[in-house]
């Protein structure tokens, strides 16, 4: 009989809670998302509840919305990723830890050494977050006036994916000899220069950082347009999904899983984990109190602004109290746009009530007592909605301990969650196998 699947968890850190009114909350840090020591905290606690990884995204500008929205908004800083997880690494030693690099505005060498370095520095738990970047206003930052057209960014993100990974496959692994009597350091002939000349990128390499632990750090991928999906299939092996009803959701994973397969994958070999805000109360009443209390905290301007990201457009223009309008195409976030529209015409929702809705978290959301939620998320796992969850939390610290003390103990009851780490790499913990060195075939890449 096969075992029982068992869930996987990530929590997503950047900002330490999706939730506008979050750092608001009576008890709430509002300083968590720029403050160490706090983050030191949060994550070793996640650590204790076994979860597979940190996850923090990253913005390359401020949110592009009013000023009136944006000076109520806690996401206005926070740390450079890749910079804050190598210091979580040396305070934490099985917790994964993924972070989100742009492919538009970086280039492929960075992003490869930055990441090879992190997966060493963190003994094989490094998880690069693969996006192209929906933020406009981030062209501005990096000496473009305006940003790459959407089908242009996934075009250049497949093929910076094949120079990163080619990059990390300069050395084989047993490249490095490190012999004191002869002297000799390592061995030329287990050096892979790529001479990479594409459609969009030129890098010769190698990459001067030793093949990182895990063959390559985990990639990880969010998007939900037709381009997204694609990009998933054929490279992601982790992808954080947009929540939304259930019924959406399997149709999600199966769509996915079946380009993976036809892209010659294994669809095992991707995880997909919804993202859902979790509120967890004594009873569900209490759980639904919390949440509002939570929404209640979240200013008219603030709620618009978020609306106006969500749709590309500024939404401040539309009549609050009269239905959606036809929004045309951008080139922001497609998904987002979709979302927001088919939640404005599935319920019927005014500006108003659609920008509240948005401007608190407009994603799923598991309210409830730990037993409840834990129906829930085994719900998802056994009906083919999810391989786990991307896990936000209504608030710091107290959000996060209530579900570490109170849900996961719940899941672990029921067999659908570890009790231990099952190793110390993030692809481990996934059971996900370590990529073969496309240029030099080695005993341990076979393992």
Partial sequence: MPAPRRLHLGAFMRPVSIHTGAWRYPGAWPDANFSFPRLRTLIQKLEAGKFDAFFMADHLALLNMPIEALRRSHTVTSFDPLTLLPALAAVTERIGLIATASTTYNDPYHVARKFASLDHISNGRAGWNVVTTANPDAALNFGHDEHMAHGERYKRAREFYDVVTGLWDSFADDAFIRDAESGIFWDPAKMHVLNHVGAELKVRGPLNVARPVQGWPLIVQAGASDAGRQLAAETAEMVFAAGGPIADARAFYADVKARAAAAGRNPDHIKILPGALVVVGDTVEAAKAKRAKLDSLVHYESAIGSLSIALGVDARAFDPDGPLPDIPETEHSKSGRERAIAIARRENLTVRQLAQRLGGYGGAAIVGTPQTIADEMQ???ET??????????????????????QVVPELQR??????????????????????????????????
């Avoid at 209504?394 to 003390?405: I, N, T």
């Avoid at 570890?418 to 196998?433: A, F």
């Fill in 379 to 381: 719900e998802w796992l």
């Fill in 384 to 405: 083919g909605a999810c391989d786990g969850f991307n896990v936000m939390f209504p608030y710091v610290p107290g959000g996060l301990d209530e579900f570490v003390d």
């Fill in 414 to 447: 029921r067999g659908i969650f570890r009790t231990e780490y099952e190793g110390t790499t993030l692809r481990e913990h996934l059971g996900l196998p370590r990529p073969e060195n496309r240029f030099f075939a080695t005993a341990r890449a076979a393992e």
